[in-house]
C-alpha cells in the first residue's frame, strides 16, 4: 500500500473521477488529498483556488494556462487560483496535492 495507515483512517474524499481513491485531510483554510488512481482519467477544463501536487507515482500531463507538460515522480507543480488547466491522468498515478481553498471537496457519504 501507498499510504500509510495514517493516511488511509482519513475520511475519503468525494471526487467525481473514476477509478480514485482520495483520502481528505481538512484544514481551516485548505485540504490536503492524497490520491491514488486505478484507471486512466481525462480532467476537462476547470478553475478553482490555487493548486500545488507532489507526484508520487506514475505520470500526470497537465496543461496550465495553454501551456502543456508531463510530471512524473518527483516532480511537482503548481496552479495559481483562477488560472484553466486540464489534463490527462494516468492508471498507477498518485500524489499529494494542497489546495488552497478549505471547502474545495466533501467527505464521501457512506454507501
Known amino acids: 500500500m501507498l499510504f500509510p495507515e495514517s ?7 468525494d471526487i467525481p473521477l473514476k477509478g480514485i481513491t482520495a483520502y481528505l485531510s481538512q484544514g481551516d483554510n485548505h485540504q490536503i488529498i492524497f490520491m491514488n488512481f486505478n484507471e486512466d482519467v481525462d480532467l476537462p477544463e476547470h478553475s478553482h483556488e490555487s493548486q500545488w501536487g507532489v507526484v508520487l507515482e506514475g505520470k500526470i500531463d497537465l496543461t496550465i494556462d495553454g501551456v502543456a507538460k508531463t510530471f ?40
Request: overall charge positive; glycine content about 8%.
Open 7 to 13: 493516511i488511509v483512517k482519513l475520511p475519503e474524499a
Open 72 to 111: 512524473i515522480k518527483g516532480d511537482n507543480y503548481f496552479i495559481p487560483a483562477g488560472i484553466r488547466h486540464s489534463g490527462k491522468i494516468y492508471a498507477g498515478y498518485a500524489d499529494i496535492t494542497y489546495f488552497s481553498q478549505k471547502d474545495r471537496y466533501n467527505i464521501k457519504k457512506s454507501k
